[in-house]
C-alpha cells in the first residue's frame, strides 16, 4: 500500500488493530483505526498518533468491546451504552447514552 501510495496512485494509507510497536515499524500511514470509546481508552495510542500526524479513527463508540477485555477495571464485553458511569452521565446531562459516547470521542479528537 505504501508503494501503491508512492505511486500517486492513492492519497493516504490506514491500517486497523495495530499497536504503538507496529507503528514503529511503519513509516507513511496516515490512518488508523482501532476500537475507542469510554470503555477501551487507548490514551498512549492516541497520543502516539497525535505526535506522528496519523488520523485516529474510532470504532465501536457505542457498541463495547469485542474482545471483552478488561481496562482500567472496566470489564469492555458489556455494551458500552449500558456502563453504569455512561448513563449517569446521561442522566445528569439529561441526553441519551449514544450522545454521552460520540461526544467523549469527539472530545478525544477522535474521528
Known amino acids: 500500500m505504501l ?3 508512492a505511486r500517486g496512485l492513492a492519497r493516504y494509507v ?9 507503528l514503529r515499524g511503519l ?7 482501532v476500537e475507542f470509546n469510554p470503555t ?11 505526535k506522528l ?3 485516529f479513527m474510532g470504532y465501536g463508540s457505542l457498541a463495547g468491546s ?3 477485555r478488561e481496562i482500567r477495571g472496566i470489564r469492555s464485553s458489556s455494551r458500552v451504552l449500558d ?4 448513563r449517569e452521565i446521561a442522566a445528569a446531562l439529561a441526553c441519551d447514552p449514544a450522545q454521552v459516547c460520540i461526544k467523549w470521542g469527539l ?3 477522535a474521528v
Request: net charge positive.
Open 3 to 5: 508503494a501503491i501510495k
Open 14 to 22: 490506514g491500517v486497523a488493530n495495530h499497536t504503538i510497536a507496529h
Open 27 to 33: 513509516r507513511g500511514v496516515d490512518v488508523l483505526q
Open 40 to 50: 477501551t481508552f487507548q490514551a498512549e495510542l492516541l497520543a502516539y498518533c497525535r
Open 53 to 55: 500526524g496519523i488520523c
Open 66 to 68: 469485542i474482545y471483552g
Open 83 to 86: 456502563h453504569p458511569v455512561v
Open 107 to 109: 472530545q478525544h479528537g
